[in-house]
């Protein structure tokens, strides 16, 4: 049985953050960005370093209900991205940050973990909106880095729902567009 998790970042204020380019490494021999709706969920674990001091835990890993970048702002909607490494052993002790807006009472504008990417099969990154302090619209960036070597980073704009209503009936946020 397969464990996934959504990941709520621990915090690391960094003021000044610039967006940078998107890119993949010739290391990850897969990478594919895209849109979740929110799974259900077989319990917790604890992460200590995070605003909500646990991550969610999955049995079945969603599909991207969308291969867009384009993600609106609303409770139960995930983003990430699905990524293979090259060598089949895999990549381990990764650094995957998540760049955003200011977000939460301390402002915070970007959160890290570490993670690891399969050389067997695809594994898969995603942050999802649980909490009304997380819908800050504008552009979020995931990276995976392995010391200073950049992996892949991915760029997201993340809109207000009325802005995406292609997505409301797939993920049930509807009545936000009224």
């Known amino acids: 049985m397969f464990m996934w998790r959504a990941f709520f970042f621990a915090l ?7 967006q940078e380019p998107d890119t993949v490494s010739p290391l990850i021999a897969f990478h ?7 799974p259900p969920t077989t319990g917790t674990s604890p992460a200590p370093d995070t605003i909500a001091g646990s991550t969610y835990l999955f049995d079945v890993e969603p599909d991207f209900v969308s291969t867009k970048r384009r993600v609106p702002a609303a409770l139960g909607i995930g ?4 990524a293979q490494a090259a060598n089949p ?6 650094t995957m ?3 955003h807006p200011e977000m939460g009472e301390l402002g915070t504008t970007s959160q890290s973990f570490s993670s690891n990417i399969s050389g067997a099969n695809a ?10 302090y997380e819908l800050v ?12 070597d950049v992996l892949y980073r991915t760029t997201f704009e993340i809109l207000p729902p009325d802005q995406v209503p292609e997505l409301a009936a797939i993920c049930d946020f509807a009545e936000l567009l009224s």
């Open 79 to 82: 983003f990430g991205v699905k």
């Open 32 to 38: 594919m960005a895209g849109i979740i709706c929110a």
């Open 137 to 148: 619209t504008g552009v979020w960036q995931m990276e995976a880095a392995s010391g200073a």
């Open 12 to 18: 690391i204020p960094v003021m000044g953050l610039a």
């Open 123 to 132: 594994s898969l990154t995603f942050y999802q909106f649980d909490f009304d």
């Open 89 to 94: 052993l895999g990549i381990a002790n990764l």
């Open 97 to 99: 940050t998540i760049t």
